[in-house]
């Protein structure tokens, strides 16, 4: 079988589940920053999509999940805040996210990863953050997930000595939330999956937000209420509750 040429990322949709899945193994599926804008479609075509209830992101090949923008681009395109911009949307979307990390993942990919919900890994993973290797002082957006998602020990500890971690490590500080056998990282996924697609999808999504705020330190109690108010009303809770009850 001839090998398939690296791509932009690419889109695949599944019953529930939409795929991004990154496609460049050949060069540890970087992302370029025209990918940007590839990313972007394809979270407005999964969003679109009726049947979809939760958002996968993988990479191709058999090392690495992502090693994050070349330095290349990152000296071509240094004052881009695109890809912060997408990654932010990322972190705000309704649908649960979900990252499957089969291998390494590096730079601006472990922010790509902390921007999802759950991370799934296996135990060839290993992450690192190079940025001060390379004299960069990372992006706002991503040392507030660090800080956010592992911790200010873990975040700083990460940044200030760019040195690699293994997958227990990445376990033991929650940048993993899961570490599975690679043979049992497809169906973990998987599983995850059909939990989402089982719950109501306006809860799910009320849910996710107001657990960010609150992490973030900026829930407003007023929408926190109103959020639950909402859904004590809603025609959704009462089928669900009728048919357990009939049950």
Known sequence: ?????????????????????????AEHNRLDPD????????????????????????????????SGYTLQAIAARLDERALEALLDRIERLPLPTVAAIHGGVFGGATDLALCCD?????????????????????????????????????????????????????LRIGFLTDLVDAQRLGETVARYVEAFAANDPVAMSGMKASLAELAAGRADADRLERRYLDSLASPALRERLARRLGA
């Open 35 to 66: 990918d940007i804008a590839v990313v972007h479609a394809h979270l407005d075509a999964a969003l679109a999509a009726p049947a979809v209830r939760a958002l996968v992101f993988a990479g191709s090949g058999p090392r690495t999940f992502s």
């Open 118 to 170: 759950l991370r799934i890994g296996v135990p060839a993973c290993r992450m690192f953050m190079p940025a001060a290797r390379f004299a960069l002082h990372y992006y706002p957006g991503g040392l507030r997930r660090y800080v956010e998602r592992l911790g200010l020990s873990a975040a700083t500890k990460l940044f200030l000595t760019a040195e690699p971690i293994d997958a227990q490590e990445m």
């Open 1 to 25: 079988m001839p090998d398939v040429p690296d791509t932009a990322p690419l889109l695949e949709l599944d019953g529930a589940r939409a795929t991004i899945r990154l496609n460049r193994p």
